[in-house]
């Protein structure tokens, strides 16, 4: 009768910890069922901002006889016109904006952007680069992670960011802004 005893509470103890482990697995494979359809796109998001510096310009900081002009461009960069990302606008979990290259092309050797900000709507200043000239004309911001982070959200909300580039040069001129986005979005492939 002892015998009978023990292996009884064996059965129970294996039965108990048979639906501890069927649990555990139920639960935490929930998160697993609600990800196995789940893609990641590797793509960039690119836009060109074209910057026309008009002949508006203002005196440079202590009494220089060197012109300062102004300029302050907007545009909208939408998810939608990315072929990759389009077919799953409606599925989109999270975004992660990895990196951004800035390249500005159309400069002569005379030319220079003293100042640049790239600031997205609602978001804030992402980065300001000084002293920017056709030889130096390429460049990977730092970006404060908690503005990265808020950009991000604007963007798997709203679909789009509105990008404000502005600063100062030394002369009327005309350039491009090339921005490229190098980003990772997680979509739901089968909702």
Known sequence: MEQWFITSKTKDMKTKLSLLFVSLLMLSGCDWFDSVDDVTISTDLTMDIPVAVTGISKSAPLNTKIAVYNFSVSQDLSLANNEDIEPYLQK???IDLKSLLVTVTGLTTDQTINTIS??????????????????????TPQIDAALLKKAEDKFKSDKK?????SGTT???MTFTVNLDFDTDIV????D
Do not use: E, P
């Not at 790239?118 to 390429?138: A, E, K, M, P, Y």
């Not at 960011?161 to 580039?165: E, G, K, L, P, Q």
């Open 92 to 94: 989109i979990k999270s």
């Open 118 to 139: 790239l600031s997205v709507t609602d978001v804030g200043t992402l980065f300001t680069q000084t002293n920017i000239t056709s030889t130096s004309n390429s460049f």
């Open 161 to 165: 960011i509105t990008v404000t580039v």
């Open 170 to 172: 030394n002369a009327i």
């Open 187 to 190: 979509a739901n492939a089968l």
